[in-house]
């Protein structure tokens, strides 16, 4: 499905939806296809394994990649597509400097996990990342490719952020509004296990 975006500069971008579905059984993929967006099936399960799929089937120059139940605006991920056409090899969404609304992420996360895993980028990488674990970001195809990502589950996301630090890429953020999840089901992120993991 192609659509034009319009940049705040006055440049419009023209792009696809690709939904990369490895298993879900909420109908997501049926509304998605009935509105033009491109299907990819990706027989791995686990987050990071969708995500693989679907950047590596995606035709275009600049990658966003979100989830798919209401939890973000993608409108909001026009400045990070800026941010790259400026010269940023990676740009993160951070909800600490945007918004979070009541009932869209559990405390544990928000006061204990995020902030303690992001503090490690802080230290360890000198990476000046707020959220570490965004679900709205966006880099270059060219990236993807450089970071040779191989995690399969939640943890894909902080093998993003590392890989980007260990090879000197140009880093950006852009503040964003976490919503609640609007799938009314139980999300697939376990706290404490893939916390572990992610550490």
């Given at each position: 499905w192609a659509d034009t975006v319009w940049l705040n500069n006055g440049d419009g971008l023209t792009g696809e939806i690709i939904i990369a579905d490895n298993g879900?059984?909420?109908?997501?993929?049926?509304?998605?296809?009935s509105h033009g967006a491109r299907l990819?099936?990706?027989?791995?399960?686990?987050?990071?394994?969708?995500?693989?799929?679907?950047?590596?089937?995606?035709?275009?120059?600049?990658?966003?990649?979100?989830?798919?139940?209401?939890?973000?605006?993608?409108i909001e991920a026009a400045p990070m597509v800026e941010n790259l056409i400026q010269g940023a090899d990676v740009c993160l969404g951070s909800r600490f400097r945007g918004r979070i609304k009541p009932g869209a992420m559990p405390f544990l996360n928000r006061y204990l996990g995020n902030p303690l895993l992001t503090g490690i980028f802080r230290v360890l990488y000198q990476l000046p990342v707020t959220d570490a674990h965004c679900g709205l970001r966006a880099l270059t195809k060219?990236?993807?490719?450089?970071?040779?990502?191989e995690s399969d589950g939640m943890e894909f996301a902080t093998e993003m952020v590392l890989k980007a630090a260990l090879l000197d890429c140009r880093y950006a953020e852009t503040p964003v509004t976490l919503s609640p999840d609007q799938r009314g089901c139980a999300p697939h992120l376990q706290p404490w296990h893939d916390g572990?993991?992610?550490l």
């Amino acid at each position: 499905w192609a659509d034009t975006v319009w940049l705040n500069n006055g440049d419009g971008l023209t792009g696809e939806i690709i939904i990369a579905d490895n298993g879900s059984d909420d109908g997501s993929q049926q509304i998605a296809q009935s509105h033009g967006a491109r299907l990819v099936a990706v027989p791995w399960r686990g987050y990071g394994a969708a995500l693989k799929g679907g950047m590596t089937a995606a035709r275009g120059r600049y990658l966003v990649m979100g989830d798919s139940d209401c939890s973000y605006d993608f409108i909001e991920a026009a400045p990070m597509v800026e941010n790259l056409i400026q010269g940023a090899d990676v740009c993160l969404g951070s909800r600490f400097r945007g918004r979070i609304k009541p009932g869209a992420m559990p405390f544990l996360n928000r006061y204990l996990g995020n902030p303690l895993l992001t503090g490690i980028f802080r230290v360890l990488y000198q990476l000046p990342v707020t959220d570490a674990h965004c679900g709205l970001r966006a880099l270059t195809k060219n990236t993807f490719e450089r970071l040779r990502l191989e995690s399969d589950g939640m943890e894909f996301a902080t093998e993003m952020v590392l890989k980007a630090a260990l090879l000197d890429c140009r880093y950006a953020e852009t503040p964003v509004t976490l919503s609640p999840d609007q799938r009314g089901c139980a999300p697939h992120l376990q706290p404490w296990h893939d916390g572990w993991r992610h550490l």
